[in-house]
């Protein structure tokens, strides 16, 4: 049974649910006058925790679809986004699931947003690949070495790597600007604010490397 025909049957349930909520509601307030002011009382307890029951499974309903929305919506653009590099994506993915143990399906959303800004930035779609299975990988091990989601690793790296250098802090990412400028200077022969916005973040993800291969936070 699909999730949208269990979620449908579910909602008619507690359809059925609430007419029989309100059919005991009534009957239990026509008793008022032949049985003790008591026994209606817990009778409107039990009714009103039936009927609580009933719109959180309405409510189980609406959650249902709406995260079967989100993961339907998600995996279109992870397909629209790689394109032809869907495959080799979704191989990479699971190659760092298993050395991180961390769901490839969870992994996906953190791919497809690093895979976007790198594209973004103007680096080809090969190199791209590349620095996405790297990029989740420092995420990942971000997020075992500092005790945080990696989707909050995730959050904080990507913002590093755009050139927010206190962003890091907090994932162990200590570099100043004139040590940023330094290895533009070493690396591409110009300043920081002359690179180009994909040498940018190149060089940002290399400096994640370098400093989590020389604190031993790279698993």
Not at 115 to 134: I, R, S
């Amino acid at each position: 049974m699909d999730l949208f025909t269990l979620v449908a049957r579910l909602s008619l349930d507690a359809s059925d649910y609430e007419k029989g909520v309100q059919s005991s509601k009534q009957s239990f307030m026509g008793l008022a006058n032949t049985v003790s002011a008591k026994a209606v009382a817990v009778g409107t307890m039990v009714a009103h925790g039936v009927e609580r029951a009933a719109g959180a499974l309405i409510d189980f309903g609406k959650n249902a679809i709406q995260a079967s929305a989100d993961i339907e919506a998600e995996i279109s653009l992870y397909q629209q986004v790689f394109g032809e590099l869907e495959s080799a994506a979704t191989g990479a993915l699971e190659s760092i699931s298993q050395d991180t143990n961390i769901l490839a399906t969870r992994l996906r959303g953190i791919g497809t947003g690093a895979f976007m800004q790198f594209k973004g930035a103007g680096v080809d779609a090969g190199n791209a690949l590349a620095m996405m299975d790297k990029y989740t990988r420092l995420a990942a091990d971000a997020a075992a070495a500092y005790n945080i989601s990696v989707e909050d690793a995730d959050v904080k790296l990507r913002s590093f790597i755009r050139g927010n250098t206190e962003a890091g802090d907090s994932i162990g990412l200590f570099t100043s600007e004139s040590q940023r400028n330094e290895r533009a200077v070493a690396n591409y022969g110009k300043k920081w604010t002359e690179l180009t916005e994909a040498q940018k973040q190149m060089l940002m993800l290399g400096v994640v490397e370098e400093i989590y291969n020389q604190t031993e936070v790279v698993g």
